[in-house]
């Protein structure tokens, strides 16, 4: 799906969003069920039943984070970072925040031990240094005890562009006016470019300590939810998708698999599961029409 509030749910709960419970009719515009299903997914109560931990990261948007996860890792430092948290600032709202009256709020909030920026930081800087907590956290969890189903839904290489190729600021305002766009050549897309050789760096980075710390070899799936670029339903939906399996049995993964079968074939394969595998098909809509699909060949 083109949407992460129906390809995340349709993943983690192992079916096509039109045969999930809740309102999806061409006609309706409301995803508020499918976010509900990625909170309590079927994969989720799965694990819990066999006696796996969940344990989740924040992730800069409340309807994606499992809060109610036996492991809730967050930088949340107060009411006012909360307040920020829950629809944030922009950039001239912050500048606003720091020139103006509001400076006698901001004061306050240093007196009574709450760090002004939790309130009026860049939101790109915040945006920037939650995706680096992100990648720092996912390192240290195999060193929490027992089995656990780990979630980390990081949002980038999505916009806002923050990582030169090294990982070095970027200035987010060089590509709010770039004419040139997603077309092929432009700022802008060699700003995500640069983005992803990054964010590939820091990954390789995660997936060598978790494997390098993990009592138990892990199960490590890697995926995007949709992709980036909005040229053509072709590029909405092409994403990476990489596995790896601790016995390094690939046998039951296939070229054309799509995510709905991820985590039939992970239950199947170590945990005892008996899933059906479901034919492998790919779906777009538009922002307008959220549940009208077309089918898109795979």
């Not at 492991?71 to 107060?78: D, K, L, T």
């Not at 709010?176 to 092929?184: C, H």
């Not at 964010?199 to 949709?226: C, F, M, R, T, Y």
Request: glycine letters at 6%; charged letters at 20%; hydrophobic letters at 40%.
């Amino acid at each position: 799906y083109r949407h992460t509030e129906l390809s995340v749910p349709s993943m983690l709960n192992l079916e096509y969003v039109q045969n999930l419970p809740g309102s999806h009719s061409p006609e309706s515009t409301n995803t508020s069920g499918m976010v509900e299903l990625l909170k309590d997914s079927r994969l989720r109560r799965e694990l819990e039943c066999l006696g796996y931990a969940t344990v989740a990261i924040e992730t800069g948007v409340v309807w994606s984070e499992w809060r109610d996860a036996d492991y809730f890792i967050s930088r949340e430092a107060g009411v006012l970072y909360r307040l920020q948290f829950a629809g944030g600032l922009t950039r001239f709202e912050s500048l606003l925040l720091r020139t103006t009256i509001a400076r006698a709020l901001f004061d306050l909030t240093t007196r009574v031990g709450v760090p002004p920026d939790a309130l009026a930081n860049d939101p790109v800087d915040v945006h920037r240094e939650r995706i680096l907590f992100e990648f720092e956290q996912l390192k240290t969890i195999p060193e929490l005890p027992g089995p656990k189903l780990v979630f980390a839904h990081i949002l980038s290489p999505h916009p806002p562009m923050v990582f030169g190729p090294n990982g070095e600021h970027v200035d987010a305002a060089t590509f709010e006016t770039d004419a040139g766009g997603q077309q092929s050549g432009s700022p802008l897309l060699r700003a995500y470019a640069n983005q992803v050789h990054y964010l590939n760096s820091q990954l390789l980075e995660v997936v060598s300590a978790i494997l390098a710390k993990s009592a138990s070899p892990p199960v490590i799936i890697i995926q995007g939810d949709h992709g980036w670029a909005d040229r053509n339903a072709e590029d909405k939906l092409s994403i990476l998708n990489v596995y790896h399996f601790p016995d390094e049995d690939y046998s039951a993964l296939y070229p054309t698999i799509t995510p709905v079968n991820s985590f039939r074939i992970v239950l199947n394969q170590y945990l005892g599961g008996s899933f059906e595998l479901l034919q492998d098909v790919s779906y777009f809509s538009t922002e307008e029409a959220v549940f009208r699909f077309e089918v898109v060949p795979n």
